[in-house]
C-alpha cells in the first residue's frame, strides 16, 4: 500500500531548501580532514556549506595527495612537516595490498592474525605520529594560532579518523562537529554510545548481528583487541600533545567524546541497528545523487548489450593493481558472459580480455548505476560505492580487499542484496558461478531495490541534515543539550561498580546479622536446655 | 551569531507539508489509547492522520471518561467491559491526590516510601487487570475479530501505557508504532534502550543526570524496584493472555520490545541526554503551537497588568480541588503581588482572594503562554504545560503534586528554568519569595528562552515527524531495520556473562598450565640436584 515519494522528488526538496532555509548568516568554519577517500566526502560537505554562504578554511600538510591548496570553495592552511612521512602515497598501498593479499590467501588463522597485525600496527602507529607532528606544528607556531584566533571561526568540523583537530578546537574553545565513521579505535559509534558486544560487531570483525557463542567470543576478543591497540598505540601520540599543551586535567580521550555532533556516514539500511546517542546525526548516503545522462560512446556501448544488460566492475580509487593471477581469472570469466562489462583497471592488461568487456581506467561510476542496462557491481565494498549502489539499487558482486571492506560487504550480504567473495580464492569458475546467480536469481536485485526504497524514504536528503546541524552548532554555539557528560566519570562510576560492590556489602552485613542473631539465640537455648537438665 | 528560524515559519512549512506531502495513499490505523490527559495527545496525532486522509479506528471502552464515542476524525470500537472497574473517574483522583499530599507532608521516610506504595501499587494492579480484561474481551469476540481482521489494517498505533493493544496487533499480524512516554514499568526508554542507572535517572527518582554515589545507590535501588513491581504486579495481568491466546513461545515482553517505532513524546531540551535507538523517534512538544489572540474580555484583563504583566497558575486537569488551607496561602501571596493573575481553579474558592486575581474554570492556556504580558507560570509540572512553556518560553514555578510531576520539574530547575515548591510546606511568604524571584531574577526566563530556541531549531515540526513514521511505517509494513532483536537473547547472552565466564575460565586453565609446569620443572630439577648430592 502506498506509493513511495520518488528520488528525484527528495532531491528537490533538498536542493530547494539548502538555497533557500532562512535565517542563516554566513559562518567561519576551519576544517581537519583525511586525506584519500575520506576526502572526497569531506570535499562534498565543504562545497555545499560554500554554497550556503560559510567561509571554509582546510588544514592541509604540503603533502598531502587529494587535499588541493588552492580551491574555488575554501581557503587553506598548509603546514610543511618536518619529515614528511608521504603514507598517501600510491606505492605504499600497492605494497601494502600485495602483502595483504598475501597474507588473507593463508586462510584465516593465529599466524596470520599476527602477521597481519605485524604489517598493520606499525602503518598506524605511523599515521598517527604523523598526525600528531601536525598538531605540534600548529600549537607551536604562535603566528599562526593568533591568526586562527583572529579569524574568529564559529565551530571545527573534522575527520576524527586523525583526531588532531579536537586540539586545535580545545585551544580555540570552539565547538566541534565530527564527521565520522572510523575513530582512533575503530567505528566512531563504540567511542560514544554504548555498545554490547554481545550483539554488535565489532571493528574488524566480518559477523552479522546475529552470532551464535563461538562469534560472540571472538567479538569480544576483538573488542579487547582494538581497546588495546588504541590505548597503547594510538592515544600516546595524542596524549603527549594534551600532556604538553593543556596539562594533566585535560584527557586527550574526553576531547573526543566531547564533540558536540557526530554526522555519522551511516544508514541503518547499511548497518545493524544498535545503540546511539541523541547528539548522533545519520547522514549515511549524503553523498549520492540522482544519475546523468552517459558520454554518447557509453551510451552506445551500454545500449548494445541489448535485453542481457551491463556489468560494472571497479575496486575504488586505492586499489591500482591487482596480481595478473586474479585479473586474468576475472577477465576469463567475463569473456563467458553474454553482458557487456565496464571494467574500472589500472594495473597490467589481462591478455585474455572478451570481446564484451570494456577497459577504463576512470569511469562515471554513478551515472552508470543510475543506467537501466546495468545489472550488477562487482565493488571492494569501499562505503561510498556500496551507498551509491543502495542508492540506485543495483546488487554487488563483493570482492573485499582491505580494511573494512570485508564487514561492509558482509552487512550486503546479510540482507541478501549481494554476493561475497574471497580476492585470494578466485577463480574464473567460482567468479562466474557468484555472476550468473547475483545476475538471474531475482532475490538480489529485489533485496537492493527493497534497501534502496527504505534508503530513499526520509523526510530529507542525508546532505541537507548534516548543513542543518553543522548550521546548528553555529547558531547555537554547539549542542551541549545533546551530549552527555557521562564520560568524565571513572569507569567503575559509569559501570555501577562502585555501587552493585556497596549493595552486596549490605546484603552481607544484613545476612550476616541476621545469621548471627539466629546463633545466638541457638546457643542461648542450649545452653538453657543444659542448665535445666544439670 | 545567526538569527534563529522563526517558530511561525517552523510551523508554516509543517502545516504546508501536513497537506501537500506526495504518494502517501489513506491508510486504516487501529489506535489503542490511554485515557486522561494521554488522550489529548493521541487525540491530537488522530486528528492530523485523518487530515492526512487516513482512516482511524479507536478501540474504547464504555465508561471512557474522555474518548468520545463519536467524533468526525475516527470511528470508535465501544467495549463494555463486566464490571466497570471507572478507575478513571474524578473523585477517585480527589481522594487518591488527597491522599498522596498527606504522605507527601511527612518528608522522604521509608514510612512515606511503604504508606506510597501501599496507596499506589492497588491501584496500578487494578488499571492493568481493567486493560487485560478488554484485551481478553476483543480476543474472545470472533465477530469483532473477524471485522478488525476484514478491515485490513495497515497498523496499529498505541500508547503502551496500558499496552493491550500490542496483544491485538500480534494476533492480526500488523505493524506497531507507539505514541509513548511511560509503559509498564516507567519511562519508555528502560524498555528498549541501554539504560546505565548510573547516569539516567530511573522513573519514579527525581534527580538529574549529574548523581552523587548515594543518588546512583538510590537510582540502582529504584530501577530493581521498578522492575521488581512490573515483574510481579503489572506483566502476570497480560502474560496470562498471551500463555492463552498465543501459547508458550510468545513473550510479552518481547511484544513490547518489538514496536516498529517509538514516537516518544520526549524532546533534549526537557530530558536528559541519554542512549537510544534507531527506532526511537523523539516528538516531545508535538502538541505545541503559536498562540491565538485572546478574548476581548480576557485581553483587557491582561493589558490592565500594565507593566508589571501577568502570572498564570493551572495544575492541570486532573486535579478538581486543592485543599483549602493550601489554596488560601496561595491566593494570600497573590493579593501581594502588583502583578495581575489569572488561576484556572475549579475547588472552593478561597476568601481571602486579592482584587488582582481572576478566578476561572477553564482558560485558553496555550494563547496566554504566548502572550508577552505574562511572567511566569505556576505549573503542577504535566508534559503538556512543560512543553507549551518551553514553546512560548515563560519560566515555571513548579508545584508537583502527583506522578511523574515531581521528575519533570526537576528538570527544568535543573537547567534554570523553574523554581520548584513542595505544595505541602508551602506558606504565604515562602510561595511569595519564588514568585518574586521567578519574575524579577531574569536568569529564568532568558535560560527558557534558550531552551525554547534550541526546541524550535527543528528540521520539522514533531507533529510532521510523528506523521511521516507512521506512514512509513504504512508504506513499508513496519520498519524491521531499524529494530534491533536482541531483546530476543537470553540475558547472560545479552550481558555476555557467559562469554566473560568463558574467558576467565580460559584464562584460569592457561594459569594453571603455566603455574603447574613451573611446579612440575622445579621440582624434577629439584630431585635431579638431590640425585647429583647423593
Known sequence: MGSLPGVSLLLLVASVSLRSSPGVDAGKILVFPVDGSHWVNMNLLIQSLHA?????????????????????????ITVTLPEAISIEEEDFFVTFLAKMLEIQKEG?????????????????????????????????????????????????????????????????????????????????????????????????????????????????????????????????????????????????????????????????????????????????????????????????????????????????????????????????????????????????????????????????????????KVKAFVAHGG??????????????????????????CLRLEARGAAKVMDATKLTRQNFLETLQEVIHNPSYRNNMKRLSSLHLDKPMHPLETAIFWIEFVIRHKGAAHLRTESYKMSWYAYYSVDVVCFLIAILLMLTAIVVGSIRFLCIRLCRRKKTKKE
Open 383 to 408: 562505503t561510498n560505492g556500496i551507498y551509491e549502489s543502495i542508492f540506485h539499487g543495483v546488487p554487488i558482486v563483493g570482492m573485499p580487499l582491505l580494511f573494512d571492506q570485508f564487514e561492509n
Open 52 to 76: 550556503r554562504g560559510h567561509e571554509v578554511t582546510v588544514v592541509r600538510t604540503a603533502t598531502s595527495w587529494y587535499v588541493k591548496e588552492s580551491a574555488p570553495h575554501y581557503r587553506s
Open 108 to 372: 584465516a588463522s593465529l599466524l596470520g592474525f599476527v602477521k597481519f597485525y605485524w604489517e598493520m600496527l606499525p602503518s598506524l602507529s605511523m599515521i598517527h605520529q604523523q598526525a600528531s607532528l601536525l598538531g605540534v606544528k600548529i600549537l607551536e607556531n604562535k603566528t599562526l594560532m593568533q591568526s586562527l584566533r583572529d579569524t574568529q571561526f564559529d565551530m571545527v568540523l573534522l575527520d576524527p579518523g586523525l583526531p588532531v583537530g579536537v586540539l586545535v578546537a580545545h585551544e580555540l574553545k570552539l565547538p566541534t562537529v565530527f564527521n565520522v565513521r572510523w575513530i582512533t579505535s575503530g567505528e566512531g559509534h563504540f567511542v560514544v554510545a554504548p555498545s554490547p558486544t554481545s550483539y554488535v560487531p565489532t571493528s574488524g570483525n566480518a559477523v552479522s548481528d546475529k552470532m551464535n557463542f563461538g562469534q560472540r567470543v571472538k567479538n569480544t576478543l576483538h573488542y579487547f583487541f582494538n581497546t588495546i591497540i588504541d590505548k597503547f598505540l594510538v592515544c600516546p601520540h595524542y596524549d603527549r600533545l594534551v600532556e604538553r599543551y593543556f596539562g594533566p586535567d585535560v584527557n586527550f580521550y574526553h576531547l573526543l567524546q566531547g564533540a558536540d555532533i557526530w554526522l555519522m556516514r551511516v544508514d541503518f539500511v547499511f548497518e545493524f541497528p544498535r545503540p546511539t546517542m541523541p547528539n548522533i546525526v545519520y547522514i549515511g548516503g549524503f553523498q549520492c545523487k540522482p544519475s546523468e545522462p552517459l558520454s554518447s560512446e557509453l551510451e552506445e556501448f551500454v545500449q548494445s548489450s541489448g535485453e542481457h544488460g551491463v556489468i560494472l566492475m571497479s575496486l575504488g580509487t586505492l586499489v591500482k593493481g591487482l596480481p595478473v593471477e586474479i585479473t586474468s581469472e576475472i577477465a576469463a570469466a567475463f569473456a563467458h558472459l553474454p553482458q557487456k562489462v565496464i571494467w574500472r583497471h589500472v594495473g597490467e592488461r589481462p591478455n585474455n580480455l572478451g570481446n564484451n568487456t570494456l577497459l577504463v581506467k576512470w569511469m562515471p561510476q554513478n551515472d552508470l548505476l543510475g543506467h537501466p
